[in-house]
């Protein structure tokens, strides 16, 4: 089935949200739950605040993406990128299997990631 760059765009930024409403380790005061985006990571997808350095010199978050796409959202086993310009839905890009991919792939995707986040509330759980 086919899906619009725009859907696709809306489909990962309404997940993007959810993650950062339920994780967050940075207080925003301008953009509260979300916005700039929030920092989290597991072994299945990352999700990252818009980096204000932008110089892979400077910080230890964009020296790791050296030559690369530097990502807000990874989806680590399909490769799916997408970052955006300090916060979501502006100047959005996604990087070349992302934009290839079907509705069921990015739907496969996004419930990929949402079980990863449950069991990552599972393991909190268990180590509290």
């Known amino acids: 089935m086919f899906i ?5 765009i809306h489909l990962v930024e309404a997940f ?3 993650v950062s409403e ?15 985006g929030r ?9 990252h605040a818009f980096c204000w350095c932008d ?3 400077v ?13 807000n959202f990874w989806h680590v ?3 799916y990128r997408l970052n955006w310009y300090k916060c979501m ?6 990087n070349e299997e992302l934009e290839n991919a079907s509705f069921d792939e990015v739907f496969e995707v996004l419930v990929d990631c949402y079980e990863s986040v449950y069991e990552s509330i599972k393991e909190l759980e268990r180590n509290n």
């Open 16 to 18: 993007v949200k959810a």
């Open 4 to 8: 619009s760059k725009e859907a696709k």
């Open 59 to 71: 910080c230890e978050w964009c020296s790791r993406w050296k030559g690369t796409m530097i990502p």
């Open 77 to 79: 086993p399909s490769n």
């Open 22 to 36: 339920a994780f967050s380790d940075n207080a925003d005061k301008y953009w509260p739950g979300y916005g700039y």
């Open 39 to 47: 920092n989290f990571e597991n072994n299945v997808f990352l999700v």
């Open 89 to 94: 839905g502006r100047d959005d890009k996604m």
């Open 55 to 57: 110089d892979p010199n």
